[in-house]
């Protein structure tokens, strides 16, 4: 799988597919990022939460495909969003890398192409670049399963996209051919 890095909105241009981040508990319970894609499309947020039965478990993604006119053929809804109690940096992580590796394993599946996918720093309550290492990772264990398509990973603020670039270029990403030569792992702190 190619990683293109783009500092743009998930929104700035259309794709086979968008993942957004949900709490499955039950409808409604989108991120930020879902809530936007409900004030950008009401219409088809309301018929991909008709398609979904709630509640879903944590770590797991559904696909939904969207009527005819949109800008995504598919919208993945990742229930990675946990609003618990208590959550751990270690349950967050495994329940991420649970969901989005289903995502990239059922687009493969499906004939997905391309893919856009906004920075998950909110559904994972850490920073931007530990989210990029949760990415990362998810991307390895997929790399056989997923040759022929494109992640974008759409990071809209500068400062972030500047600085996550920085960090994977000095780990081995060659952003023209977006690729990722070598993966480095670090813990959450």
């Known amino acids: 799988m190619k990683l293109r890095l783009k500092n743009e909105s998930l929104f700035d241009q259309s794709a086979d597919a968008i993942i957004l981040s949900i709490d499955g508990v039950s409808k409604g319970m989108g991120g930020k990022v879902a809530r936007m894609f409900e004030k950008l499309y009401p219409l088809t947020w309301q018929y991909i939460e008709s398609q979904v039965n709630y509640p879903l478990s944590p770590g797991i993604s559904v696909a939904v495909l969207t009527p005819v006119g949109n800008p995504f053929k598919y919208i993945f809804l990742a229930t990675t969003l946990l609003h618990l109690p208590v959550v751990t940096t270690s349950l967050m ?96 702190s």
């Open 93 to 188: 992580k495994s329940v991420a890398l649970k969901a989005y590796s289903m995502t990239l394993t059922t687009a493969c599946s499906i004939g997905l192409k391309t893919l856009r996918y906004g920075l998950p720093t909110g559904g994972l309550r850490v920073d931007p670049l530990n989210a990029f290492i949760v990415l990362t990772e998810v991307l390895d264990k997929t790399m056989d399963s997923t040759k022929g398509m494109e992640l974008q990973l759409c990071i809209p603020d500068k400062d972030i996209f500047d600085s996550i670039l920085k960090f994977a270029t000095n780990t081995g990403f060659d952003p023209k051919l977006c690729l990722v030569y070598k993966l480095c792992y670090f813990t959450f």
